[in-house]
Every structure is written in C-alpha cells, then in structure tokens.
C-alpha cells in the first residue's frame, strides 16, 4: 500500500503551507498574532482570519497557495492553543 499523504498533510500544498507558517518567523508571528485576536474576542474569528488571509503572500516560496484550506486549519490550531494555555 502506498501512502499517499505529505508528512501527515492531505496534500504537498498543505504541508509546505504549514511548514512555511511555522518555520518563518515573520509569518508565524501573524498566524500567532490573529490567532490571538480570535481567542480574546479581539476579533470575530471570521475577521481575525480574513485578515490574516489578507496578510499572507500569495504563496509560498515554493509555490504553494495560501488559500482558505490551506491555512485555516493551522488557525485554528492555534487559536485552541491560546485559549488552552489562557
């Protein structure tokens, strides 16, 4: 049987989106950071992510796009984070 998915991601796109958003410092600041405005209620989470949306470059280095279901689960693990450790 061959595995078919990326180090534990559905696609080659959702990986290198995660490993570009964890891994650059710049980018995962603002996944932190519009997070964070979605835990606290800063933000809506809908707003909170459009905004980061807007934020991100078109793609990543490599290639990828960082679209919606690219990147939304990734939000949505660190908004867990942050209300978790509140």
Same mark, same amino acid.
């Given at each position: +049987?061959?595995? *078919?998915?990326?180090? @534990?991601h559905d696609s080659w796109a959702h990986?290198?989106?995660?490993?570009?958003?964890?891994?650059? #410092?710049? /980018? $995962?600041?603002? /996944?932190?950071n519009y997070a964070e405005l979605a835990? $606290? +209620?800063?933000?809506?989470?809908? =707003?909170?992510? @459009?905004? /980061? +949306? %807007? %934020? /991100?470059?078109? #793609?990543?280095? =490599? @290639?990828?796009? $960082? *679209?919606?279901? *690219?990147?939304?689960?990734?939000?949505?693990?660190?908004?867990?984070?942050?209300?978790? $450790?509140?």
């Amino acid at each position: +049987m061959t595995d *078919t998915t990326h180090n @534990g991601h559905d696609s080659w796109a959702h990986w290198n989106v995660s490993l570009w958003l964890n891994n650059d #410092e710049q /980018l $995962y600041n603002k /996944l932190c950071n519009y997070a964070e405005l979605a835990a $606290y +209620m800063t933000l809506s989470r809908a =707003d909170a992510f @459009g905004d /980061l +949306m %807007a %934020a /991100l470059p078109a #793609e990543t280095p =490599d @290639g990828a796009a $960082y *679209t919606p279901e *690219t990147v939304k689960p990734l939000f949505d693990e660190q908004v867990a984070e942050h209300i978790r $450790y509140s």
